[in-house]
């Protein structure tokens, strides 16, 4: 089944941008997943293609205009689609890894990309928008956020990673922080490869890089092993 996902922007020329090339420009002209555009100017009903307006209440800034919005989700996501429909937002719920895999186990999403202050509540609301936030920083768009989210979902897709197991092990996915990796030159600027990694002992290999993933978690994300 191939992962759909609709983009709703006022810049649809920035797409596929990062999404075009490596693991997920490959997955896509592949067709394990397929990414649309749409323009929200389209949208608009009068001559001078108008999508924003000032804020009520008074402020700096513009606002999307619900109508407006509200006629490109309609479009891009008709009653009856299954996918979720998110929005983009720093006042969403943080992307998490856990969220990533459901949505890669989704038939796909609709994803909405702000503008300007934002999009009038109204049309969040009536239309069930969920707001996904990358993380605690302002972004000018939703654009490369709405990029984030589709990479980080794209490379789970079956097929996608060449080394499925490496998905398994990565920080996050057993609630830590990852283990440090080493390669080839054995010596860099005097510094050795741990011993362990070149002994060919796989428990203790093994044991080794869990006890390095806790040192790590503890000291840097000790949020993580609170939730647990
Ligand atoms: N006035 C808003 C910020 C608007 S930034 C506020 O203070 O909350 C313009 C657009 O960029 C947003 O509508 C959103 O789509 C996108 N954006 C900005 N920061 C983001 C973030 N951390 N995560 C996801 N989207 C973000």
Not at 2 to 27: D, I, K, N, Q, W
Not at 81 to 88: A, G, I, S, V
Not at 127 to 132: A, F, M, P, T, W
Request: net charge negative; glycine share 10%.
């Amino acid at each position: 089944m191939t992962f759909r996902a609709t983009v709703l922007t006022l810049y649809p020329e920035m797409f596929p941008g990062t999404l075009g090339l490596s693991l997920a420009g490959r997955a896509l002209t592949e067709g394990t997943w397929s990414l649309d555009t749409l323009q929200i100017r389209e949208f608009a009903t009068d001559r001078h293609r108008t999508v924003d307006d000032t804020p009520a209440g008074g402020g700096a800034g513009m606002v999307l205009k619900a109508d407006i919005i509200a006629k490109a989700v309609d479009h891009a996501s008709p009653q009856g689609d299954p996918r979720p429909r998110l929005l983009m937002s720093p006042r969403g719920r943080p992307l998490t890894q856990a969220r990533v895999r459901a949505l890669a186990d989704g038939p796909g999403a609709v994803i909405l990309c702000g503008r300007f202050e934002g999009v009038d509540q109204r049309v969040i609301d009536a239309r069930g928008l969920e707001e996904v936030s990358i993380g605690d920083y302002i972004l000018s768009g939703g654009e490369i956020a709405a990029q984030v989210l589709l990479d980080a979902v794209v490379r789970l897709l079956p097929g996608v990673m060449g080394n499925l197991a490496s998905g398994e092990e990565e920080s996050f996915e057993s609630g830590m922080l990852e283990h440090p990796h080493y390669t080839r030159p054995a010596e860099f600027e005097g510094m050795a490869i741990p011993d362990v990694l070149t002994s060919g002992n796989h428990k203790k290999i093994a044991e080794w890089r869990r006890a390095q993933a806790l040192a790590l978690t503890r000291a840097r994300r000790p949020d993580l092993l609170d939730e647990k």
